[in-house]
Each structure stands twice: as structure tokens, then as C-alpha cells.
T-cell receptor, first 114, second 112 residues
């Protein structure tokens, strides 16, 4: 596998469910990101991890809980979501210290909260 | 308040003609600008970028122009091809940051 892989591609969950989104990168990068794309809105940065340490939390509600066990894997744990959380969730990775050069996105997880 | 704005949600052009996608920004601290292309069911892919020390960058059919005084950049695609049909996102960053600030995107349709 190459690039940035996200699973699942699609997810439908109830408001009381708990689910997790997974992201894996095979690029040797050491920075990973979660972005959210809601309908008719720009992509919004949610979390940044550098060398497994969270360096940015962009005022994201606590019902979204990220986890970065190593530089290659990033999770987004979801619980008690609201219908307005339905969106495309994109993971990205880059080489820390190179700015936005080499930023690579995964294909995203389309989340629907019912 | 949106720092990166793409005011045209959609654009339709004929194959072979020029496509011009526009982007405005409000934060004068931004010093690096990128364009991403996104097909349905795929993540955004990098297309072309420009540093604030330049006013033009060209890569094949794609040229990005930057007007710092107007805080405006544009992406020109010449000639446009049906395979260019996608959503184009403008993004900006500042001071070597790894955080990207995106616009809402413009959906380009190139008609055969």
C-alpha cells in the first residue's frame, strides 16, 4: 500500500453509537492531520499531530477524540455525535518541518449521523 | 470569518478554452498558496503552488498568478480538458506552518 489510506470509506452511525475512523500513511511522514469537510463549507483543520504529539486542537468538541499511537497511524474516535457532524473526514500527512510541502491527503471517510 | 474565499461555487467552460479560477484571501501573513484538485470519492491532490515572493508559477497547462496588493490569486488552465472537471480548492499557509487554510472550492466542468 502506498500513500494515505483511510477506513472505512463510508460510515453510518446513530447518535448513541461509538465508532472509530482509521488513517494509515506509508510515506514515512511524521505529521498527521484530521480535516473536516461539511457541505458548502471549506475544509476545516481539526487536529494536528507531530511525532505522535498533539500540537493543535482547533476547538473541536470532545465527542471527537483523536489518537496517534505512532507516526504512521491516526484514529478519530467518535461518540454521541450529532446529525450536523455528518461530513467528509479527511486525513493528511506531511514531513514535519517542511511546511505544507508534500502534504498528502487520504480519500476520506464519508460519515452520516442518523 | 473566512480567510480564504472562493466566491464562484461553479464554473463551466468548453474544451480547449481557458479556465480561470479565482481566490481571495484576507490574512496578509499568508506567504504560500496552493491549489488542490478533488475528484468525487477521492481526497484532494496537490496541483500547483506559489510563494509570496513570486507573482507567477507555471507547470504545463496550469499557471497560478498572485497579486499580493489585491490579496488575490488565480489558477489558469489552458487548454481545458474534460479530465480537468473536478472541484478546485485554494489553500494558504503562513510562516512555514504546516496548517492549511482552505477556501470552499470551485467546481469546474469542462464540456467536450
Amino acid at each position: 500500500e502506498t500513500g494515505v489510506t483511510q477506513t472505512p470509506r463510508h460510515l453510518v452511525m446513530g447518535m448513541t453509537n461509538k465508532k472509530s475512523l482509521k488513517c494509515e500513511q506509508h510515506l514515512g511522514h511524521n505529521a498527521m492531520y484530521w480535516y473536516k469537510q461539511s457541505a458548502k463549507k471549506p475544509l476545516e483543520l481539526m487536529f494536528v499531530y507531530n511525532f505522535k504529539e498533539q500540537t493543535e486542537n482547533n476547538s473541536v468538541p470532545s465527542r471527537f477524540s483523536p489518537e496517534c499511537p505512532n507516526s504512521s497511524h491516526l484514529f478519530l474516535h467518535l461518540h454521541t455525535l450529532q446529525p450536523e457532524d455528518s461530513a467528509l473526514y479527511l486525513c493528511a500527512s506531511s514531513q514535519s518541518g517542511t511546511g505544507v510541502y508534500g502534504y498528502t491527503f487520504g480519500s476520506g471517510t464519508r460519515l452520516t449521523v442518523v | 470569518d473566512q480567510q480564504v474565499k472562493q466566491n464562484s461555487p461553479s464554473l463551466s467552460v468548453q474544451e480547449g478554452r481557458i479556465s480561470i479560477l479565482n481566490c481571495d484571501y484576507t490574512n496578509s501573513m499568508f506567504d504560500y498558496f496552493l491549489w488542490y484538485k478533488k475528484y468525487p470519492a477521492e481526497g484532494p491532490t496537490f496541483l500547483i503552488s506559489i510563494s509570496s515572493i513570486k507573482d507567477k508559477n507555471e507547470d504545463g497547462r496550469f499557471t497560478v498568478f498572485l497579486n499580493k496588493s489585491a490579496k488575490h490569486l488565480s489558477l489558469h488552465i489552458v487548454p481545458s480538458q474534460p479530465g480537468d472537471s473536478a472541484v478546485y480548492f485554494c489553500a494558504a499557509s503562513k510562516g512555514g506552518s504546516e496548517k492549511l487554510v482552505f477556501g470552499k472550492g470551485t467546481k469546474l466542468t469542462v464540456n467536450p
